[in-house]
């Protein structure tokens, strides 16, 4: 008798394959271009041949590390053009990005080329609202200026006027962009005694409101009657440039600028006019225009707190990142649905 459990073919030797046994399925080549958290390396490898790179962001070298795989995962250091799509070698049947935000991406290319695209929702929400909070704490009350006169043994003690801040608690925080992320920040705010307003393009849509976030009809008032703002909204052709010098002007003097999305809502020369003249009085940024640079216009601009793209920078959202990908990628390579594709076509 044959011991089925103990596999094929036990007690006849090896060298009896039946021929109508079907070959098992190739596992499917993935081509990540960075390191990975090492539970998310173990999640691919189960079930992919999983080739990573050392940090590669040069389109045309990913490129040619893409010819024969079958799916590519980026990160937002990664330029996904319309050329880069249109090159992308044809074995390449799924692309995925190590992040939420996809503004590196040209969907329309993606879509053109009917290529399934996932990223990384849900997973940093929280993460990234901490961080948020770090940089409205940290630009309110002076936290750089503070760690470096510690750290520089430039502190001679305890003076009435040393490192005066901004108070932050009881103050009217505007929240940019109500998303995932713009609510998580939102609800810290209650803790804070704070009044939050927001704008909400389809009002009613989604949770309902937590009793200390009111409504306003525009981004722009929201903007006006906030002593803080923290910026969530999407980075597109639309928003591009969204706090400029006109936009700026309306502001409450001295309000607090707080932005974890993305460097290019801001225009940042405009910014660094109003933090020397005092028009903003403080600005917390974890993105900039042209990462990994950063201006000379911010950097000497007074009144930063500055960090290097850190909101999802926690073992739970970083792992939670990569595994959410893994799983949609398996998914995909077994015909099954995938939770978080993006709407290409939207
Ligand atoms: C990071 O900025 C992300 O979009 O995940």
Same mark, same amino acid.
């Given at each position: ?9 036990? =007690? ?90 996809? =503004? ?8 053109? #080329? ?27 009350r002076r936290g750089w200026e503070a760690q470096s006169m ?43 005694? @704070? ?24 981004l722009d008032e929201v903007l006006a009657e906030s002593d ?33 999305? #993305? ?22 940024? =974890? ?33 939670? @990142? ?25």
């Amino acid at each position: 008798m044959i011991d089925r459990r103990a596999g094929p073919n036990k =007690d006849q030797g090896n060298q009896f394959v039946p021929s109508d046994q079907a070959a098992p399925p190739a596992r499917p080549k993935i081509l990540a271009t960075y390191p990975m958290p090492a539970r998310v390396v173990e999640k691919l490898r189960s079930f992919a041949d999983l080739t990573v790179l050392d940090g590669e962001t040069d389109p045309q070298r990913v490129l040619d590390r893409c010819l024969g795989m079958d799916a590519l995962i980026c990160t937002l250091m990664t330029k996904v053009s319309a050329d880069f799509v249109e090159r992308l070698p044809e074995s390449v049947r799924i692309l995925a990005t190590y992040s939420v935000g996809y =503004d590196h991406v040209d969907l329309k290319a993606v879509d053109g #080329r009917g290529l399934p695209f996932i990223n990384t929702p849900d997973v940093l929400t929280e993460a990234t609202a901490d961080i948020a909070w770090l940089l409205l704490l940290g630009a309110a009350r002076r936290g750089w200026e503070a760690q470096s006169m510690l750290r520089e043994g430039r502190w001679i003690g305890w003076e009435p006027t040393q490192l005066v801040g901004a108070d932050v608690y009881g103050k009217t925080l505007g929240v940019l962009g109500f998303g995932r992320i713009g609510r998580a920040v939102a609800r810290r705010a209650a803790g804070f005694g @704070m009044k939050v307003l927001t704008f909400q393009r389809r009002p009613g849509s989604g949770e309902p409101l937590p009793d200390h976030v009111e409504l306003r009809g525009s981004l722009d008032e929201v903007l006006a009657e906030s002593d803080f703002v923290s910026l969530h909204l999407p980075l597109s052709e639309q928003t591009s440039g969204w706090l400029n010098a006109a936009r700026i002007a309306t502001m409450r003097r001295g309000a607090i600028v707080v932005n974890t999305a #993305r460097g290019g809502l801001i225009d940042e020369a405009a910014l660094a006019d109003a933090l020397g003249s005092g028009q903003i009085g403080a600005a917390g940024l =974890d993105v900039f225009v042209g990462e990994p640079n950063v201006s000379e216009t911010i950097l000497a601009a007074p009144n930063t707190y500055l960090l290097p793209h850190v909101g999802s920078a926690t073992s739970s959202a970083r792992d939670g @990142m990569g595994l959410s990908l893994a799983s949609d990628l398996e998914a995909f390579f077994a015909g099954r649905p995938m939770v978080s594709q993006v709407d290409t076509a939207a």
